[in-house]
């Protein structure tokens, strides 16, 4: 697995290093200088939920080529026939959404070049709701694989996080599994695949990052 120059940190995501920092100064200060021991085991809580809100491990990618990877953590919010918002297009639409108290890092579903990298401002509705893929705060991204598969991925902000990290330009070429972004205390991923790929999950699924294949392209589609 090649490590990611745009974001070369597993374990624990660099976005975090700064808070989990001052947290770490506190709790130590606490144990220093305070003789309270209920404050000081409360700030050593502290840190440890900061800790694990921004964990960030790596994960074994399957090698299946047909395969649609999932790009984030989270549980399948809908799985539907729509249109692409860029290429206003049929489309196979599955929505991802991310719980609030972690911090996701979004990993590409294929490899390609992304040819288009725009970023909305917009509004900050519940996740859940469908609207918030269309009207949040967004990155928009579309990927192109070498066989020509493309999908569309939309990063969206969620109501109380309300922004959203992306970490990759126009034109550069990404490997599946490749971390490219990050949503911190929720937020939601639609992505738009073509028409005829077969979902392989359901609504109410868990899904995790890059381990989990949301759908496969059928073998014609690669071919032609």
């Not at 144990?31 to 491990?57: E, G, K, M």
């Not at 539907?80 to 918002?85: F, K, L, N």
């Not at 991923?189 to 995790?208: K, Q």
Request: include cysteine; glycine fraction near 6%.
């Amino acid at each position: 697995m090649k490590t990611n120059r745009f974001y070369p940190h597993p374990i624990i995501a660099q976005e975090g290093w700064c808070i989990i920092g001052i947290f770490v100064l506190w709790t130590l200060g606490l144990i220093v200088y305070s003789d309270s021991n209920l404050w000081q085991a409360f700030a050593l809580l502290c840190t440890t939920c900061v800790v694990f809100l921004f964990r960030d491990v790596a994960r074994n990618i399957p090698m299946d080529e047909q395969a649609i990877l999932c790009p984030s953590d989270g549980r399948i919010l809908l799985v539907e026939q729509s249109h692409d918002p860029l290429h206003n297009t049929d489309a196979l639409k599955i929505s991802i959404i991310t719980k609030s108290t972690r911090g996701y890092a979004l990993r590409a579903p294929i490899s390609g070049t992304l040819t288009h990298v725009g970023y909305t401002e917009g509004k900050h509705y519940r996740a859940k709701h469908d609207r918030a893929g269309s009207l949040n705060t967004r990155y928009t991204l579309h990927i192109v694989a070498a066989n020509q598969i493309a999908c569309t991925l939309v990063q969206a902000s969620g109501k109380i996080a309300r922004k959203v990290r992306c970490y990759v330009a126009q034109n550069h070429h990404i490997v599946r599994g490749e971390r490219f972004g990050f949503t911190l205390l929720g937020g939601r991923v639609d992505i738009y695949l073509p028409i005829n790929a077969v979902p392989n999950v359901a609504i109410g699924d868990r899904v995790r990052a890059s381990s989990t294949i949301l759908a496969r392209v059928p073998l014609e589609q690669t071919q032609s």
